[in-house]
């Protein structure tokens, strides 16, 4: 697994701790579930608009495909 070095606020870093600490679990946990829930949720609205975008190209598409 590779790492990746975050700078936080100071702010933004104790309210990390403190989610991680009310949650039972590291901040570093914390962190990772929060990049994947939003990679999961962007993944979802982009092939949205990329499905939509076809659809309304479709006969293009199509034709470019001849």
Known sequence: MSQLVLSLDPGL?????DLADAQGRTP???AL????AHL????GRVRA???GLAR???????RLGE
């Open 28 to 30: 570093e946990e914390v």
């Open 56 to 62: 309304h190209h479709a006969d293009l598409l199509r």
């Open 49 to 51: 608009v990329a499905e």
């Open 40 to 43: 999961r949720q962007e993944d």
């Open 13 to 17: 870093r104790a309210a990390l701790d």
């Open 33 to 36: 579930a929060a990049v994947r």
